[in-house]
């Protein structure tokens, strides 16, 4: 295990290392001076783009510049907005926060909704609700998320009127942000209406959750039920039936953990999905985090601040995936066995 | 099996939890909500001509020395109590208000009321390129640069605490007007002060000090400006305790979170659309007369719109009154020249040029481009008062230029770059309009088409013509109504010969409010004011007494 955990880790250090180098030369892509790009200081503002010259080592050659660029990178020196003039990394840190929370919360309903409909789908196979459950999943799974937004919008937030459309809470509750979480924040906050503003924040989060969850749960659903159907054919199961195991011993004991096993191996991928649909979710629900951040940001060409969300999905991305895969090995002996045989 | 349920019912358990929490508590009920349609460039209108920074700074924020009552059509005092002219009209003295309190804020607490100093500061800060806040946060003051306000102003003198003296460079017959607009309004000298002492003078503009109705609490770029009450208001306070500015630019979801209660009062809602929702017992739908005109200006600089004939031969190609159904709903007059209907110098003489393709054709032959020419065109990504959907209105333009022949490519870019980019004159033409801040038709001239208006960046036209300066200058100068009038004219008559620009509508400012939303002020010159806004409570005479 220790050695597939350093082989993952270099490997994670090494993508981390590449996407560096590739946000790096961003900058020279990118229309413009690539030091106003990567700091945020127009040329304009005389004095501080010296400045900037100088602690990013652009009188020197192009590779002190990167290693220059890394130890800022690394320091959370990630430049100042060229739209709000804000440092970018600050301007970050809450909605990380902000993403993160809407993230883990349609993780988690995606896989109380998609792991048990899939599991009661494999064992009512061929039944006809075995067919619905897998029917409405595929159709589900077939709804690109911003359409299934505007129709949930419409038929939730206008025609019934049960949620607010558009970021975390009411603003007129003053909640001040630390982390971005919503939730968390109010824990924290003082303010006198807390369990008001809680109830508020559950109004606001409940549609963009549910909308993010639908597709990773309906990818859960249908790879939970051919795993299980795939380990209900195994030799074991078989032998536990001959023995006159119960069949709830069988399905706890012998059958659900041997289904999870690829079962979570897709988590990293749609982890990925979600990233994705998360972006196009924040901007109809006017989520405060990284994504709506990023999209900003692109129309208004601030390179500093493009780059810095770029980077963070990015890192998200990998570093989620190296966790699952890392998880995975270290539950399911038998992968890590495979891996090492391969070799 | 009983696991199977709960995964049923678990989704169906969060669904009750979320019903829209009680609309009772004390902060929603004692709040407002306003969907602002943008991002403020500033929290200081004197930095800026957009009417959606005036409509967040300007009635909250400040004061001016003096207001422009709309129904008596008068000047009424602010913080200057009262005021004269002297010297043939070359200076005015002012006496200000006594115990007038700037905010206090976690940033500031002020030591004195307002006193003459104020006053210059705030037009020092302007006036005086040597004045320490004058380079500061760009140093670019719009509206007084092209209102030529900076060169009226001489001087501004503080004769004791509460006397100020302004000199002009000449009488000037729209002098008050000016500074009754939400551009002239006070800031705090002592505020100013304390920033140059901690070295952070560029704050001024970022966490403002004034003394108007509400105190600046917060702004997320994007989200939301929070605004709480001033208790310590010279006149009555606002009603409510709390403004809340939650940035919505697109004109679909503002109208669904209008809907939804999410927004108390929208600006520039769908009117076409909100009509056909059946919402008219939550929703009341208000427009005012709004003295502004939507135009295309030429870039009068780039060929081949240096050319008379190519001008006036697309003013002949396009169906205005087309324009006026299809994009404003009929919502709009059918511009007759440049001043809109509510100025006082309108005259119903038509002076634009008529829908007559065949002839355009022969103008546009006769300037040499019988084959037509590319052009770009720009057209605005947000709706204005003077024009709800500039890509529309491009496209309809786009679609007649096409029968003589001339092609035109649409552009367009986010709001502020579209500006700054309108500001270095990068377009060919572009379709923008104008709301009047002030009561005077000199408003709608010197700050589009003056060479003045051409250096600081609000000629869209590109326009500069030392006769036609002079012109404006004559009816700057004539004091009698009667007279300036024949002089607007004139200049109306100048534009339809040269069409730098051609005006195509004017069109009513409309508001949206949610029923339990009263007095939400909208003046024709100037931004919304929330001072007497206030909930009526429909609610409470049917649970009398209920509280959660």
Redesign the interface.
Known sequence: MIRYTLRRMMLLLITLWLLTVFIFSLNYFFPGDPLTNMSGVRASDALNYQLATATRAFDQGILAQYSNFLGHLLRGEWGQSL??QQPVFQELLPLLGATVELSLLAMI?AM??GA??GL?AAGQRRGALDRLVMGLSLSAYSIPVFWLAQLL?LLF??KL???????QI?????IE?SSGAILLDIGLSDSP?RS?AF??A??H??LPV?VLAMMPATMLMRVTRNSMLEVMQQNYIRSARARGLSDRRILWRHVMPNTMQPVVRQLGLMFSILMSNIIITEVIF?W?GLG?WLV?SI???DYPVMQAGLFTFAALILLVNVLVELYHAWRYPQVRKELYAER | MTLWRLTWLTPLLLLQACSPAGNQVEPLKEGLIYCSEGNPESFNPQLGTSGTTIDATSAQLYDRLLDYDEDQQDFIPALATAWQTLDDGTRYRFELREDVAFHQTPWFTPTRPLNAEDIVFSFRRWLDEGHPYHDINGGNYPFFTASGLNRLIERVVAVDPQTVDFYLSRSDSSFLANLATDFAIILSAEYGATLLERGTPGLIDQQPVGTGPFVFDEFRKDLLIRYARNTNYWRTPAHIEQLVYSITPNANKRMLKLITGECDVIPYPLVEELALLDTEDEIRISGTVNPNSAFWAFNTQHPPFDDVRVRRALAYAINRPAIIQNVYNGNARLATGILPETSWAFSPVDQTHGYDPAYAKELLAEAGYADGFDFELWAMPVQRAYNPNAQRMAELIQADLAQIGVRAEIVSYEWNAFRRRLARDEHDSVLIGWIADNADPDNFFRPLLSCNAKAVGTNRANWCNAEFDELLAEAIREQENAKRKQLYQEVENWVYREVPLIPIANSMRFQAYRGDIQGVEVPAYGGVNFRFARHVDTAATESAGVQP
């Open positions: 739209s709000t309903v109380v909704i048990p409909l009661y919008i937030a206008v009127g049960w949620t607010p459309i558009s970021g009411n603003p007129l509750f003053d942000v209406y008001a109830a508020d559950i109004s989060l409940w549910l006017n405060p709506s900003k129309y208004e060409r």
